[in-house]
T-cell receptor, first 112, second 115 residues
Framework: DSGVTQTPKHLITATGQRVTLRCSPRSGDLSVYWYQQSLDQGLQFLIQ???????AKGNILERFSAQQFPDLHSELNLSSLELGDSALYFCASSPQGYTEAFFGQGTRLTVV | AQSVAQPEDQVNVAEGNPLTVKCTYS??????LFWYVQYPNRGLQFLLKYITGDNLVKGSYGFEAEFNKSQTSFHLKKPSALVSDSALYFC?????????????FGTGTLLAVQP
């Protein structure tokens, strides 16, 4: 158990809908990262937050947004969903610095 | 910009034989390198890291990795493979450009250990 909790584990929704994925980082970790894993794109970095502030944006679509709350949990919002958004979405957290990050079990999103 | 490359999509090895999963890196500055493993329908699990110090790094489940600065490589190794080692392995590097310290991943290598 990495200490990073993601909910829900699975999500099936229709095209055009909006969903919210939730992540609780390890206790004390200020950085939260979101990644998307799909068969054709591999592991893609989406966005990073540090102590509530956005630190970096990667290949995140404009239809996607995220935030980190004062209690450090984070949410990834995906809207106007398309079939191609079906993927595994991971959240990771790490303490300050350049040490390892710890990953949650992921949310498997299926858009039908 | 920092990057890593995993030149092999798949590595096949017989149980009991040594295994190597290759990774090369490209960084400006000091490299902070990591290996992760992903079992089916699971998250990524941290195996080991190189930050500084000894070039041979030991990690979880009997894995080790050798940092080679002249060859810009960080290959993952294990002396004797187990069927249960079959999984997807990712090499990663910390990106410390600007305000971020995100991990940048390679494309992954599927390790298949045959009984």
């Amino acid at each position: 158990d990495s200490g990073v909790t993601q909910t829900p584990k699975h999500l099936i929704t229709a095209t055009g809908q909006r969903v919210t994925l939730r992540c609780s980082p390890r206790s004390g970790d200020l950085s939260v990262y979101w990644y998307q894993q799909s068969l054709d794109q591999g592991l893609q970095f989406l966005i990073q937050y540090y102590n509530g502030e956005e630190r970096a944006k990667g290949n995140i679509l404009e239809r996607f947004s995220a935030q980190q709350f004062p209690d450090l949990h984070s949410e990834l919002n995906l809207s106007s969903l398309e079939l191609g958004d079906s993927a595994l979405y991971f959240c990771a957290s790490s303490p300050q610095g350049y040490t390892e990050a710890f990953f949650g079990q992921g949310t498997r999103l299926t858009v039908v | 910009a920092q990057s890593v490359a995993q030149p092999e999509d798949q590595v096949n090895v017989a149980e009991g034989n040594p295994l190597t999963v290759k990774c090369t890196y490209s960084v400006s500055g000091n490299p902070y390198l990591f290996w992760y493993v992903q079992y089916p329908n699971r998250g990524l699990q941290f195996l080991l890291k190189y930050i500084t110090g000894d070039n041979l790094v030991k990690g979880s489940y009997g894995f080790e990795a050798e940092f080679n600065k002249s060859q810009t490589s960080f290959h993952l190794k294990k002396p004797s493979a187990l069927v249960s080692d079959s999984a997807l392995y990712f090499c990663a590097v910390r990106d410390y450009g600007g305000a971020t310290n995100k991990l940048i991943f390679g494309t992954g290598t599927l390790l298949a250990v045959q009984p």
